[in-house]
């Protein structure tokens, strides 16, 4: 499948004005990429059925590549490269349990904890779906920790390599995160409260 | 409702306590008149605990083991598990046989017809593979219940890590355990079959030592498939992945290279040779490319050396030299850079554990050369080594790789010397070897040695003239020629100061200052330093065979302009001598003809020109492979075919040297674009459309690459073939002018390489309507067909169309 030329246009001119700062062109970005990302995605989902693994490696390799390729912008600045990238793995998992809970069998009772930290959320499933919601809940509040969260459970990396990214004490991440899995284990054993 | 930053501040502060009445009281008299912050933080504090005590998600249960039948056998216990298949022991259902036998069920869900297709197709394949390092596949077949099984031989052993480690294996005895392991890859590469999931837990090692690879081809056959059960969600890049396999591009032999020398790496050093494997980042990084491995000798610890039954210091010595070279080669970013083959790596290994020199070249010297190269069409190469630079390719720049790869085998074995004798003692020695260094580091020693070699040598003539030799040479492969020409030249008079001037090793000297001046494109001083040292080669003999020497001198003699016949003289003289190297032998006498023919060709010979070159093809195509040195004769069986005007011939040698050149990718590094712009001439003479577009693409290329006059004719000459056929007729009459002046000016004596010239200016000028000019350029043309082609001058084709031009007007 040949590349759209355009999109591609695109996204060089995103990133760079994303090099210079601009904090939209990231959200942007993440839209513009996604597209191009969801159609690999698919692609990588049917060759998985129904199978218990997920195939992360393929489609963040892809992510890396596709930006990493791009020519002419160097990617200077790590925190938003991997922020970004956090994002979007969060994106592709959601719509993977969504893919997955609308092709998982009855009765099958396999289930995939999200990260041994957050063992009590099935990433097969529809707890994913309440995951977003609730970490969309939790970014309006405070966005900082959902980038924390993304980095930690949705990319995989330590607790040290989230602190060297964010540019924060290891102390301030273990913080972050034991509050903010609390209020999402909170928000998602219970029924949402009306106020917000 | 209270403020999440509130709350959390609160939180952690009550979290520090611990849980109980007084935690209680203490938050209470905390958010006095503050009730709904007490209510948050409580409730927060009530589910963290909740969390914490959440039961995690049962592991999924073991299969049971299936009752059914696969063929013959039946399952007896299960193995192990990954996400794509399930292992079991297995033994015949009819009790025949005791023996145990390994069964891999594929997992249902991979069924499907053109799973099941590819099945097939692979299990044939994999049946024919019967090596003594392999396990042997059995059977296999689809279940009654539908899935996909295969049935190996059953291997008792240790993953290959484990095997090492437990014995405490020194260095050279893991090298031992790995030979076995890259014969079968390399057994299984000339069946056609990758491995592409190469890593310790497939190398398993059985009690009598010897090695068992499982899993061949079944990786294929799982596609891009992890053979890991996700137990949570992260970035999985396979730790033994080669970069291509991470973007999900073809794979061949160069993924097993790869995965083999992640394999060699951690069997060697004990570590990951890309930081911690637990890192996403530094996975990232990896999958990001630019990454270059962490040298060998820096990964070692204490741990590792005492698994491997030797001291420290002792590890890090061995790990830093040769193996760290070889390690590095095989874990190069790009598979073109790695070595060629498995055999290849096998056979380096092989060297030093017989302390021979390895053929990989230390990359510091392959970077710095290659910026030379790029400038110079040089080819540089480690002795006899694979990587040999064409960066622009006529019938001359195989001569200069070829001696340049005696160079630099040369300069080699001496500064191998030099470093045993009285370098070893300069901590800046080490330092490149490592592998950390670059370029500079490794001229800083050459700079070191420069200095030392007077001073130290001062009293032993011979060998202080032969390391400036030595060292000068290395200067000028390493992209200083002028630095080389002086040391060379000082080397030379200390031989001269000491008696010697008249001697065996003037004679090598005078060979190295050949090389220095024609690096700087003085080819006039090239020759004369040749001239001596062909004639003292004729009375002392000489490091390089008479024949080598001559070739040399001959090919000076075209580079400088010499006439053609005076050239081609010295080229039959060599052929007369041969080389003294038996390797060389056999493919010597279709070189040569390559030489004489091309030369026969400019000087109008066409039919000797063309039986010459036919022999040669004819010879060298015999050989394995074929080897590369055949593309100077595809080149200049093109140039035949063009001027007798047969384009289609002329594209089709060009298209199949061109394929050559990209098939085999690690010998010959740099631009095959003067083979490109030779191409794009026929096809533009021949009217195809593509002509312009592809000399667009390498024109700048081989314009920066041109350096020596001949170069530059050629390319001025092809570039306005393009041009003209193109229409731009401004353009193509400025690059014909540019190739006459540079053949009047710098190859007043080689007339013959201006007839095609003034043959195609004319007909530009011709198209152009300017008949009087047409006219007076095809007179000139002829003038100098008549001065070259002697007998051949009447029936040339060129010379008919020239007379057609002169005669119309």
Same mark, same amino acid.
């Given at each position: ?5 355009p999109?591609e ?5 995103l ?5 210079? =700062?601009d ?11 996604y597209e191009e /990302?969801?159609?690999?995605a698919?692609?990588?989902?049917r060759?998985?059925?129904? =199978?218990?693994?997920?195939?992360a ?5 892809e992510?890396?590549l596709?930006l990493?390729?791009?020519r ?14 956090a994002q979007?793995?969060?994106?592709i /998992?959601?719509?993977?349990?969504r893919?997955?809970r ?6 099958s009772?396999a289930?995939v904890? /999200?990260?041994?930290e957050?063992a009590w959320?099935?990433a ?9 919601v ?9 966005e900082?920790?959902?980038r924390?969260?993304?980095?930690r459970?949705? /990319?995989?990396?330590t607790?040290?390599?989230t602190?060297?990214?964010l ?7 273990d913080?972050?995160?034991e ?7 909170r928000?998602l054993?219970?029924p949402?409260?009306? =106020? =917000? | 409702?209270?403020? +999440?930053?509130e709350v959390?501040?609160v939180?952690h502060?009550?979290?520090s306590?611990?849980p109980g009445?007084?935690?209680?009281? *203490? ?10 912050? &007490?209510?948050e933080?409580?409730?927060m504090?009530?589910?963290?605990a909740e969390m !914490? ?6 592991p999924?249960p073991?299969?049971?083991v ?9 399952a007896v216990e299960l193995l192990?598990?990954?996400g794509t ?11 025949q046989f ?9 997992a249902?869900?991979?069924?499907g017809p053109?799973f ?7 299990r044939?394949?994999l ?9 042997r ?11 996909p ?5 059953y ?7 484990r095997?090492?480690d437990?014995?405490k ?15 079968a890859?390399?057994y299984?590469?000339?069946n056609?079959i990758?491995?592409r ?7 398993l ?5 010897t090695?068992k690879?499982?899993d ?5 056959l ?5 053979d890991i ?15 291509e396999?991470?973007?999900?591009e073809r ?5 097993? +290279?790869y ?9 060697l050093?004990?570590g990951w040779?890309f930081?911690?494997p637990n890192?996403?980042?530094s996975? &990232?990084? !990896? ?9 060998p000798?820096t ?11 030797v001291?420290?210091?002792?590890? #890090?010595?061995l ?8 390690l590095?080669?095989m874990?190069e970013?790009?598979?073109? #850079? ?5 055999r290849?790596v096998?056979d380096d ?5 017989e302390g021979?020199? +390895?053929l990989? #070249?230390?990359q510091?010297?392959?970077y710095?050369?290659r910026?030379f190269?790029t400038?110079? *069409?040089l080819?540089?190469s ?8 064409l960066?622009g390719?006529? +019938?001359?720049?195989?001569?200069e790789?070829?001696q340049a790869?005696e160079?630099?085998?040369r300069a080699q074995?001496?500064?191998?010397f030099a470093k ?6 300069s901590?800046t ?6 592998g950390q260094?670059?370029?500079?580091q490794f ?6 040695a420069a200095?030392?070699?007077p !001073?130290?040598l001062a009293?032993?003539?011979?060998a ?6 030595t ?8 992209g ?5 020409e002086?040391?060379? #030249?000082?080397g030379l ?5 000491s008696g ?5 090793k003037a004679g ?10 024609s690096?700087q494109?003085?080819?006039t001083q ?10 003292l080669?004729k009375v ?6 008479l024949g080598?020497v001559?070739n040399?001198?001959?090919f ?6 010499a ?5 081609e ?8 001598h041969g ?15 390559? %030489?004489?023919?091309?030369l ?6 066409l039919?000797?020109?063309e039986r010459l070159?036919?022999e040669?093809?004819?010879?060298? %195509?015999?050989?394995?492979g074929p ?6 004769t595809l ?5 035949g075919?063009?001027i007798r005007?047969d384009y289609a ?9 061109l394929d050559?050149?990209n ?7 740099g631009? @095959?674009g003067?083979?490109?712009?030779e ?11 593509q002509?312009?577009?592809r000399f ?6 081989v ?7 001949t170069?530059q004719?050629r390319?001025?000459? &092809?570039?306005g073939?393009?041009e003209?056929?193109a229409g ?5 009459e400025k690059?014909f ?6 053949s ?5 004596r080689?007339?013959?390489?201006r007839v095609?010239?003034?043959?195609r200016?004319?007909? $530009? $000028?011709g198209?152009?309507? %300017?008949e009087?000019?047409a ?7 002829l003038?100098?067909?008549?001065? @070259? ?7 040339h084709?060129f010379?008919?169309?020239l007379?057609s031009?002169?005669?119309a007007h």
């Amino acid at each position: 499948m040949p590349p759209d030329v355009p999109v591609e246009r695109e996204i060089t001119r995103l990133l760079h004005r994303w090099k210079e =700062g601009d904090r939209e062109a990231l959200a942007s970005l993440a839209s513009l990429a996604y597209e191009e /990302l969801h159609a690999i995605a698919i692609g990588y989902l049917r060759r998985e059925v129904a =199978g218990h693994t997920l195939q992360a490696t393929g489609l963040v390799n892809e992510l890396y590549l596709r930006l990493a390729q791009v020519r002419g912008v160097q990617l200077t600045n790590r925190r938003h490269f991997y922020t970004f990238a956090a994002q979007l793995m969060r994106m592709i /998992l959601i719509d993977h349990a969504r893919q997955t809970r609308a092709l998982k069998r009855p009765g099958s009772a396999a289930r995939v904890p /999200l990260h041994e930290e957050m063992a009590w959320i099935d990433a097969s499933s529809d707890d994913m779906l309440a995951l977003d919601v609730a970490l969309d809940q939790l970014e309006a509040l405070e966005e900082r920790k959902v980038r924390v969260l993304e980095l930690r459970f949705f /990319l995989g990396c330590t607790n040290e390599e989230t602190a060297q990214l964010l540019d924060v004490s290891r102390a301030t991440i273990d913080r972050d995160l034991e509050f903010a899995k609390t209020w999402l284990y909170r928000r998602l054993s219970q029924p949402a409260p009306g =106020g =917000g | 409702m209270a403020r +999440i930053d509130e709350v959390e501040a609160v939180f952690h502060e009550a979290r520090s306590l611990p849980p109980g009445d007084d935690r209680q009281l *203490w938050l209470e008299s905390r958010c006095q008149g503050d009730p709904s912050l &007490l209510e948050e933080v409580a409730s927060m504090l009530e589910s963290n605990a909740e969390m !914490r005590n959440a039961a995690a998600i049962p592991p999924i249960p073991p299969p049971a083991v299936p009752a059914a039948k696969f063929g013959a056998y039946r399952a007896v216990e299960l193995l192990g598990r990954g996400g794509t298949s399930t292992v079991y022991r297995a033994e015949r259902a009819d009790g025949q046989f005791e023996q145990s036998v390994a069964l891999k069920i594929m997992a249902a869900h991979l069924g499907g017809p053109e799973f099941l297709r590819r099945f097939e197709i692979e299990r044939q394949l994999l049946a024919t593979l019967n090596h003594n390092n392999i396990t042997r596949l059995l059977d296999g077949g689809v279940s009654s219940a539908g899935d996909p099984y295969l049935i190996t031989e059953y291997v008792e052993g240790e993953p290959l890590d484990r095997y090492a480690d437990s014995r405490k294996l020194e260095v050279d005895a893991r090298i031992g355990l790995f030979l076995q392991v890259l014969e079968a890859v390399d057994y299984a590469h000339r069946n056609l079959i990758v491995h592409r999931d190469l890593k310790p837990a497939n190398i398993l090692v059985n009690s009598e030592g010897t090695v068992k690879l499982l899993d061949f081809g079944t990786a294929s056959l799982l596609a891009q498939q992890s053979d890991i059960t996700l137990t949570r969600v992260r970035m999985l890049t396979p730790r033994y992945a080669s970069p291509e396999q991470l973007k999900g591009e073809r794979l061949n032999i160069a993924t097993d +290279i790869y995965s083999l020398g992640v394999v060699l790496y951690e069997l060697l050093c004990g570590g990951w040779p890309f930081g911690d494997p637990n890192s996403v980042l530094s996975e &990232l990084n !990896r999958v990001t490319g630019n990454v270059a491995p962490t040298p060998p000798a820096t990964v070692l610890t204490e741990e590792a050396a005492k698994s491997r039954s030797v001291a420290f210091q002792h590890l #890090r010595g061995l790990l830093n030299g040769d193996l760290s070279t070889i390690l590095l080669k095989m874990l190069e970013n790009e598979p073109a #850079r790695r070595y060629g083959s498995v055999r290849q790596v096998a056979d380096d290994l092989e060297r030093y554990r017989e302390g021979r020199p +390895i053929l990989a #070249r230390p990359q510091t010297a392959w970077y710095a050369a290659r910026k030379f190269v790029t400038r110079n *069409w040089l080819a540089v190469s480690a002795a006899s080594a694979a990587v040999l630079v064409l960066a622009g390719l006529t +019938i001359f720049s195989l001569h200069e790789a070829a001696q340049a790869r005696e160079q630099a085998a040369r300069a080699q074995r001496v500064s191998e010397f030099a470093k045993n004798t009285f370098l070893s003692a300069s901590s800046t020695w080490t330092s490149p070897l490592r592998g950390q260094s670059h370029a500079i580091q490794f001229n800083d020693i050459l700079d070191n040695a420069a200095e030392r070699v007077p !001073r130290e040598l001062a009293n032993d003539p011979a060998a202080e003239a032969d390391l400036l030799g030595t060292l000068g040479t290395t200067y000028a492969i390493l992209g200083n020629p002028v630095k080389g020409e002086a040391l060379i #030249r000082q080397g030379l008079d200390v031989l001269r100061r000491s008696g010697a001037a008249s001697s065996r090793k003037a004679g090598d000297l005078e060979l190295g200052l050949c090389n220095a001046c024609s690096f700087q494109g003085h080819y006039t001083q090239a020759l004369a330093a040749c001239r001596e040292a062909m004639a003292l080669a004729k009375v002392y003999g000489a490091d390089l065979s008479l024949g080598s020497v001559i070739n040399n001198t001959a090919f000076m003699a075209v580079k400088s302009g010499a006439p053609l016949d005076e050239a081609e003289k010295l080229f039959r003289e060599a052929s007369a001598h041969g080389p003294t190297d038996a390797s060389q032998a056999k493919l010597f006498p279709a070189l040569n003809n390559t %030489r004489i023919g091309g030369l026969r060709l400019k000087q109008g010979d066409l039919t000797e020109g063309e039986r010459l070159l036919r022999e040669a093809e004819r010879i060298l %195509r015999a050989e394995p492979g074929p080897p590369i040195e055949i593309l100077p004769t595809l080149d200049s069986l093109a140039v035949g075919a063009r001027i007798r005007g047969d384009y289609a011939e002329a594209m089709r040698w060009l298209e199949d040297a061109l394929d050559l050149l990209n098939q085999r990718p690690t010998a010959y590094m740099g631009s @095959s674009g003067t083979l490109e712009i030779e191409l794009a001439a026929n096809e533009a003479l021949a009217g195809k459309p593509q002509a312009l577009a592809r000399f667009e693409k390498v024109s700048e290329q081989v314009r920066a690459d041109s350096t020596a006059p001949t170069e530059q004719l050629r390319f001025h000459l &092809l570039s306005g073939i393009v041009e003209a056929n193109a229409g731009s007729q401004g353009a193509a009459e400025k690059h014909f002018r540019t190739a006459l002046e540079t053949s009047e000016k710098q190859l007043p004596r080689q007339p013959a390489e201006r007839v095609e010239i003034y043959l195609r200016l004319a007909k $530009l $000028l011709g198209v152009s309507h %300017r008949e009087q000019a047409a006219s007076d350029t095809a007179l000139e043309g002829l003038r100098c067909a008549e001065a @070259s082609y002697g007998a051949f001058f009447a029936k040339h084709p060129f010379v008919v169309e020239l007379r057609s031009i002169a005669h119309a007007h």
